[in-house]
T-cell receptor, first 111, second 116 residues
Framework: DAKTTQPPSMDCAEGRAANLPCNHS???????VYWYRQIHSQGPQYIIH???NNETNEMASLIITEDRKSSTLILPHATLRDTAVYYC????????????FGKGTKLSVKP | GAVVSQHPSRVICKSGTSVKIECRSL??????MFWYRQFPKKSLMLMAT?????????EQGVEKDKFLINHASLTLSTLTVTSAHPEDSSFYIC????????????FGPGTRLTVT
């Protein structure tokens, strides 16, 4: 599975959009970009995933660059409850392999 | 989405004793479950992959005789930490692969183990 690079931490004001970047310059053509988050002392929670098209669900939007070497997770209106560590992971969909977690980005949403 | 539970949520045990952690998929059958360990301020580290009806596959550096994994049914996997030591104190998290075989992996809430 390809490696990802994320900033260690970010701050965001409550109510504003949180844009979390992820670099995955060695991603393969059949690898998807997944985002999970982990709120303190809880198990990770799936957010969204995509291959090359932008994706949106009730939680977030995922913007993937045309060359697929980077992506951005967007939380449109961050709340205090969105404070968590956000993990960007790349892997083949339906892979028999497991999710490899990097260090992620600690997002702090401030009032 | 599918729900994965863990029991207990917190456990304190004495050094040298064994402790069992259960992971259940509540509304789906999971042929594959995963066990992770997370130390404070660190990321999740995969310990082993648990396959129903067969032996678990352990990651390099994880002692299979110390961390016993049993996946006897399609809804239950257990992790037993044998002869626990204080350095085994950690947050243990299980996950189960989505039954439709696609993208999602559902995680349990975690078990906080403290060995005194």
């Amino acid at each position: 599975d390809a490696k990802t690079t994320q900033p260690p931490s970010m701050d965001c004001a409550e109510g504003r959009a949180a844009n979390l970047p992820c670099n995955h310059s060695t991603i393969s053509g059949n690898e998807y970009v997944y985002w999970y988050r982990q709120i303190h002392s809880q198990g990770p929670q799936y957010i969204i995933h995509g291959l090359k098209n932008n994706e949106t669900n009730e939680m977030a939007s995922l913007i993937i660059t045309e060359d697929r070497k980077s992506s951005t997770l967007i939380l449109p209106h961050a709340t205090l409850r969105d404070t968590a560590v956000y993990y960007c992971i790349v892997r083949v969909e339906g892979s028999q392999g497991n999710l490899i977690f990097g260090k992620g980005t600690k997002l702090s949403v401030k009032p | 989405g599918a729900v994965v539970s863990q029991h207990p949520s917190r456990v304190i045990c004495k050094s040298g004793t064994s402790v069992k952690i259960e992971c259940r998929s509540l509304d789906f059958q999971a042929t594959t479950m995963f066990w992770y360990r997370q130390f404070p301020k660190k990321s999740l580290m995969l310990m082993a992959t648990s396959n129903e009806g067969s032996k678990a596959t352990y990651e390099q550096g994880v002692e299979k005789d110390k961390f016993l994994i049993n996946h006897a049914s399609l809804t239950l996997s257990t992790l037993t930490v044998t002869s626990a030591h204080p350095e085994d104190s950690s947050f243990y998290i299980c996950s189960a692969r989505s039954p439709d075989g696609t993208h999602e992996q559902y995680f349990g809430p975690g078990t906080r183990l403290t060995v005194t």
